[in-house]
């Protein structure tokens, strides 16, 4: 179920940037969290309980930890450097099917690839430390019965 | 914490995945208490123990000054 919603996601990701819909993109990855949510309801077994809510808690206030200082102090870099920028020019907005970028929104879109970046390494982080504390909590221990 | 669940369960039996399916928890969970690698809720505690019909005490034992992985 998770590999068809992320085939799908990048296929509506593909056809978002090559016809510029970013709104289709985000709509489209909402629906998709949710789907996974439902379908992750309807298992009746018991594939999570108190210790792995306990990992999953554990590894994403580390997480949340690490990331703020990350993101607020590149955040604060990048408000400061677009407090020099000069007004948005509305005319870029309205000939944007030139695909000409004015160099001052350059450090715009750095800014966003940067943030995308950012998320990254919050997926990374947060992966890392959901290993680190589902070891500490013995999930790959193995016993003789 | 110690807890005597292997005692009980080898008394009665069960494997960790019955005793897991009994409470409501995964194998992995039963495995880890079992080894101290992780402290159980109360509430947890308290299923496991009225399970095997016993004192939470008889299967679990508090140690003074032992830091248990759970803290930090």
Same mark, same amino acid.
């Given at each position: ?145 | ?12 039996? %069960? ?15 039963? %495995? ?9 809720? %109360?509430? %947890? ?28």
């Amino acid at each position: 179920m998770i590999g068809v919603v992320a085939l799908v996601l990048l296929a509506i990701f593909g056809y978002s940037v090559e016809n510029f819909t970013p709104v289709l993109f985000m709509i489209a990855f909402v629906i998709g969290v949710i789907l996974l949510y439902l379908a992750y309801r309807r298992v009746d077994d018991f594939i999570e309980d108190e210790r792995s809510t306990r990992i999953t808690e554990k590894a994403a206030m580390r997480t949340l930890q690490v990331f703020w200082v990350c993101f607020c102090a590149f955040s604060i870099m990048a408000v400061m450097n677009l407090l020099y920028m000069p007004r948005f020019s509305r005319e870029f907005w309205l000939n944007r099917e030139n695909d000409i970028v004015p160099p001052e929104l350059m450090s715009l879109k750095i800014i966003g690839y940067i943030q995308l970046a950012l998320l990254c390494l919050m997926i990374f982080l947060y992966v890392g430390f959901r290993i680190y504390y589902a070891r500490k909590y013995g999930d790959w221990e193995t016993d003789e019965e | 914490m110690k807890n005597k669940i292997k005692v009980y369960r080898a008394m009665q039996d %069960l494997t960790q995945e019955d005793l897991a399916r009994a409470i409501g928890v995964t194998r992995q969970t039963i %495995l880890a208490i079992e080894k101290g690698k992780y402290v159980p809720s %109360l509430d %947890l505690a308290f299923r496991i123990s009225r399970y095997f019909k016993v004192n939470i005490e008889e299967v679990f034992t508090y140690e003074e000054g032992v830091r248990t992985v759970d803290i930090d």
